[in-house]
């Protein structure tokens, strides 16, 4: 609770000096900087509150003891339904430019019997030239995906996530996205063991409900083919060791089976490092990734089996602009996604690709954007050639929900595990 008061009078603090002194531009954003941290301070307050009262439930309930009735201040039960405290659009604007909390652990909430919803649904047409007949204009359940994740203990949480849409499509192979446990050292530290998303760049792990364009980069597709991996990861930040250059740095450390699909084919473990920077003024975060390994080649070549990849990405908010740039390269792979080795036409030992983007969005209200992206990528494993890309986009939320315009400027194919040749997309998504 004193964490909260500190929140509350500091809110008071801050109106009440914006009220006396109306102040320039360059005040008002200080003003309203000001607010946005003390409205992160106050959530970060509620969520501690929460979780001292959730485990003194807990514990009272295993001692068969009444939980704690409301007291006189109006506070509410453990477990009776809690109102979040409010967002303002600014500052819910830059949280998902930045998504400071990407690739973090369970910790936070407590695993519950009630799963985490994503419904998708997509209408495409406009097939681009050479797509042929596998790209066709069609509605499709874009993704069906339902996960359950949390804190399971003090020490322990857990996380699966199950997506159907693979099945409605002829792949069930491909349920399974998330399946993992991960054991908390401490405050900064966790180590997850299982099947999960792998701790490269930004839009790897970054989650289809909150992207904004229809799929990842068509780099993710052939370097990261279903962004997922089995193995070990040690993760966590560094805020301990000081507030200097040190603070709001994470870093991710994991060892994969390191191949194309779920199974492991080469009997080889790549190793994935990640550390992440993100900077309170300006509101920006900064990555860096490398992966180190081997992977297969065809039957009868020799040569370079190298599977070494090397990332940085860039995540920025000004104003009511939002940037990200994120370019990775690397040695070209072998295969495409499959649960038997693909091997990709164009591949020669020794030949590299690289790939990127560039995003840009613009906040026309608290909720409608417009948005554009370039991408580009260079050695296609399939043909050898280079691919571009330009979407233009448009989305407003709805309540829960997300609907979208996309509009694709796509010379030639990509082939990868979330193929977009089509020119128009629109979405509509869900998340509860």
Known sequence: MRALTIALLFLFFVTG???????????????????????????????VIRSVREEISRIKGEKGEAPTSSNASGEQQPGAAKQAAPESPKAAFIERIIDPELGLDERKKVLEAKPEVF????????????????????????????????KVSDRLGAGLEIQFHPALEGNPEELVNDAFIEYYLNDHATVRVGQFIKPFGFQIQQSSARRESPERGIFAGYFFPGQRDR???????LDSLGKGALKNVQYFVGAFNGNRFFNDNNRQVNYIVRVRKIFDRP???????????????????????????????????????????????????????????EFAPAFRP?????????????????????????????????????????????????GLSRLSFDYTFKRRPSFNDDPVNERLHISWGIEF
């Open 17 to 47: 000096a914006s009220a006396q002194q109306p102040g320039s531009t360059a005040k008002l954003e200080e003003l309203e900087r000001k607010l946005d941290e003390a409205t992160r301070q106050l959530e970060q307050a509620s969520s």
């Open 231 to 237: 193995g070990i990861m040690l993760f966590g930040d």
């Open 350 to 398: 020794g030949a590299h690709s690289s790939g990127g983007y560039l995003f840009s969005n613009y906040r026309l209200t608290a909720k409608d954007n417009v948005y554009a992206r370039y991408e580009q990528f260079n050695g296609e494993p399939v043909t050898g050639k280079n691919v571009r890309a330009f979407n233009l986009g448009y989305f407003r939320q709805i």
């Open 119 to 150: 419904i998708q649904a997509r209408y495409s047409a406009l097939p681009i030239r050479g797509a042929g007949s596998t790209f066709k204009p069609n509605f499709r359940l874009s993704r069906i995906e339902t996960r359950w994740a949390g």
């Open 283 to 341: 509101k920006l975060a900064i990555g860096l990734s490398v992966q180190r390994g081997k992977q297969i080649l065809p039957p009868g070549v020799s040569g370079n089996d190298n599977e070494n990849v090397i990332g940085a990405d860039f995540q920025y908010a000004v104003g009511r602009f939002g940037f990200r740039g994120e370019f990775v390269s690397g040695n070209m792979p072998s295969t495409l996604l499959g649960i038997g080795p």
